[in-house]
């Protein structure tokens, strides 16, 4: 039997996350969820990046610096006044994207110290000398200097997400194997899931509305976070709308390899 046939939707997402961490491990990709989308047709396009990315994987490889031609001119950041950084940084970006190369961040970062990175960290970066394939090359600030706080605010946000849409397989990558809870007791990970499924299934629908980040506290490989939580939700026995609010506690580990996953939950109903 065809395996494309064996799966869910969740097992398939669960999977395509799956691929996601291995791409980003091997080629440094960051590629976004896509939640709304079809998982099978994301399943088969994350194997085609994945078989493209192997393809060149032994090619020849070079720093970005020799990759675009080895321009002249690239002045260091500190040699740069704070009058031509921007220009500076303009012709640098339009220069990569010449070469299908783009460089971004997610967070503000200021002017000249993302013109440092992108003249030290990418362009000393080695990638596969093939040109004229149209693949674009993709470097993220965050993914050489990781930004705790915003990673933080990801993880507690895509956890009510997952949770209110009902996507355990992929929300159970979320929690550590044991979990604290609002009674200070430790439980394992399925028993804190099955809590949380019987307690939301007193919902008929209820989707996040917004998220309100009280403290967010990172001290090495550990992080606490308290935030109120505002849904929309409608009961699954009257049926009636209404907008509610938690106020919630997090506590939250580092795994080393730059993913935080949660070790602690506070919240009504566990």
């Not at 398939?12 to 440094?28: I, Y």
Request: hydrophobic share 35%.
């Amino acid at each position: 039997m065809d395996r494309r046939y064996i799966y869910n939707e969740d097992e398939l997402r669960f999977e395509n996350e799956v691929k996601k961490l291995k791409l980003r491990a091997q080629f440094g990709m960051l590629l976004d969820d896509d939640p709304e989308g079809c998982p099978r047709r994301e399943n088969e396009w994350l194997n085609h990046l994945e078989a493209y990315e192997q393809e060149y994987a032994d090619y020849n490889r070079v720093k970005v610096y020799s990759y675009i031609g080895e321009p002249r001119g690239i002045k260091p950041a500190e040699l740069i006044s704070r009058y031509e950084i921007e220009k500076e940084l303009g012709y640098l970006t339009e220069l990569l994207a010449c070469h299908n190369i783009e460089v971004s961040t997610i967070c503000d970062v200021n002017e000249r110290e993302f013109y440092r990175f992108v003249t030290e960290d990418v362009m000393r970066t080695e990638i596969p000398n093939v040109h004229g394939n149209g693949h674009v090359r993709r470097f993220v600030y965050e993914e050489y200097y990781p930004n705790d706080v915003y990673d933080v605010q990801v993880t507690i946000i895509d956890f009510f997400q997952k949770s209110f849409k009902g996507e355990w397989k992929l929300l159970e990558g979320k929690l550590a194997p044991k979990v604290q809870t609002i009674k200070r007791t430790t439980l394992r990970r399925t028993k804190v899931l099955n809590r949380l499924r019987k307690w939301l299934a007193f919902y008929e629908e209820i989707d996040l509305h917004d998220i309100r980040f009280q403290k967010i506290e990172v001290e090495g490989r550990k992080a606490v976070v308290s935030a109120y939580v505002q849904y929309d939700a409608a009961l699954a026995v009257a049926g009636e709308s209404h907008v509610g609010e938690w106020f919630a506690n997090f506590q939250l580990a580092h795994d080393g390899w730059g993913y935080w996953y949660i070790t602690g939950v506070f919240i009504p109903g566990l």
